[in-house]
């Protein structure tokens, strides 16, 4: 790890989120330089300087379970760092990233990023399009209803948008 005497320590904003096999944790970090990130089987530890105002970030955490040091990564970019944590245990559900039920002001949830993954009947979207791809080859025109005065292409979208709330809820 690069030290810097001369610069304060601060914690870098970080969001996470939970997959079968891997836990992402992404630091909010512009222009990083100077990237450490360390694996260990219970503890993850995280440092950088920032290009945008030279300021020194440091994180360690406690892990909520133990990971695969040699199979998890990062991958620098302009804006961040995200680090993909492999599971020692692949399946295994983590209620939250760190071991302990402290909150952290620096860390939050990626609700963006988020997925019960656990719960089987949520699938992605991509199951959408084989169900579209199957619906339309389900019969004919002479198969629907006749709509006096409907538009076929406001139907279309209707039947479209019932298909997708029954595959999300």
Known sequence: MIIYPHIKLHPATAKWY????????????????????????SKFGFSCLSGTDNMKYSNEIDLFDSIDQDGSKHRRTDR?????????????SWPRLTKDKAKLNWLSVDFNNWKDWE???????????????????????????????????????FFICIIKFSLIG
Do not use: H, Q, T
């Open 18 to 41: 939970d997959r079968r096999d891997c836990v992402f944790i992404e630091f909010l970090v512009e222009d990083s330089k100077d990237v450490n990130v360390n694996f260990e089987k």
């Open 80 to 92: 961040s760092i995200l680090c993909c944590l492999r599971k020692a245990e692949s399946g295994k």
């Open 119 to 157: 719960d089987d009947s949520d699938e992605d979207l991509s199951n959408y399009d084989r169900f579209s791809e199957m619906m339309g080859n389900v019969g004919g025109e002479d198969d629907l209803p006749d709509l006096d005065g409907a538009d076929d292409v406001r139907f279309n979208s």
